[in-house]
């Protein structure tokens, strides 16, 4: 069996058991075009251009999760020019479900922050998705943010929390992720910071 067909089965399996075509995006760390195109793979389309990323050997091991979010602080201790080692200055660490919120919780525990957490539209199933913060954890209105995730795909995702943040007030001052597969340097002029850049050649 090819990844592909494997891929396929996995998205369908996922759909049987009531994810979301976003919730299957970020179980599979693909693109919605590509989830979309494994649930129908419509006649006559061609297959999405793009990459799967599966980091469960690390994403399921709590250690191995802690190293990756120490990892992500250190990537940005020593990649801010002029100011090698300071810290992000964050008073709220904002993880994005479901991935997002491990990670940011590590970093939020090692930078005496608060912990935000953000459900993006496409994980809603309503017919006008909206992305929304919980109200169980801290709120963001004038506080300084770094977002966290473990993937950027297309980018809109974080299109979305950065509007969403600005919208409630807060002050978004890095994304880190772990994986980039658009090598993107900023979302709507707040850096990005990726442990590793993933690019494919046809």
Partial sequence: MSSLDDLIIRAKALLADGHSPGQ?????????????????????????KDVHIDWTAVSSQGPLLEETAQMLLSRYYLSRPGNPGESP?????????????????????????QLAIYHPAKQNASEKPTGSFSGNFAAVGGQRCVIVDDTITSGNTMKEVVRHLKKHNGIPVAIWVIFDKRGIKDVDGIPVFSLFKISRID
């Fill in 24 to 48: 299957i995006a970020d179980e599979l760390s693909l693109s919605m075009e590509t989830v979309t195109w494994l649930l129908t793979q419509a006649k006559g389309a061609a297959v999405p």
């Fill in 89 to 113: 200055s964050a008073e709220v660490i904002v993880g994005i479900a479901l991935s997002g919120i491990p990670l940011a919780t590590i970093i939020a525990v090692q930078e005496a922050a």
